[in-house]
Each structure stands twice: as structure tokens, then as C-alpha cells.
């Protein structure tokens, strides 16, 4: 199995995952066609070109674990765009 599938099954999966890291939160992200908009601090913006769609959501530091309330937000954004 791809690492991809891997990083959609968490995030399909119920209740929402706590186990996601930031680097393959970004990969899959980046995967589905965001690209990671240059900034400054842990904030981070993701613009999807196709569906005119920008997910914001906070890098963690100093552990990779993202928070679980971006996860949600992110499964969130990618139902309403169709993208899982």
C-alpha cells in the first residue's frame, strides 16, 4: 500500500485520527494538488489551483504530531472539495 493510501485511511477513518505527522499531512496535501504558500511563523497555508480552495492550518513545533482540531479541519475541507 502507498504511503498516500495510507495517510487517506487515517483520515477517513472515525473518530478522527490523533496520530497524523506534519510530514505526511503535507505530503498528502501536496499529493492532491495544494501547494504550501510561502509565510513566515508555524502558520501555514495550502492553495489548491483547480478548486480555488485554501486550507490554513498551524505547523507543530517541536513535535510533528499535528493537533487533532486541524486534522479535523482539514477532513473537513477535503470532503467539501470532494477530495476524499
Request: glycine content about 8%; charged content about 30%; hydrophobic content about 35%.
Amino acid at each position: 500500500m502507498a504511503k498516500h493510501d495510507k495517510t487517506f485511511q487515517k483520515l477517513s477513518a472515525k473518530p478522527t485520527p490523533a496520530d497524523i505527522k506534519w510530514n505526511e499531512l503535507k505530503g498528502f496535501l501536496e499529493h492532491l494538488g495544494y501547494k504550501m504558500l510561502p509565510g513566515s511563523g508555524s502558520r501555514r497555508k495550502f492553495f489548491h489551483k483547480g478548486k480555488d480552495a485554501l486550507i490554513i492550518c498551524h505547523q507543530p513545533h517541536p513535535s510533528p504530531d499535528v493537533d487533532k482540531g486541524c486534522i479535523a479541519d482539514v477532513v473537513e475541507h477535503l470532503k467539501k472539495y470532494e477530495l476524499i
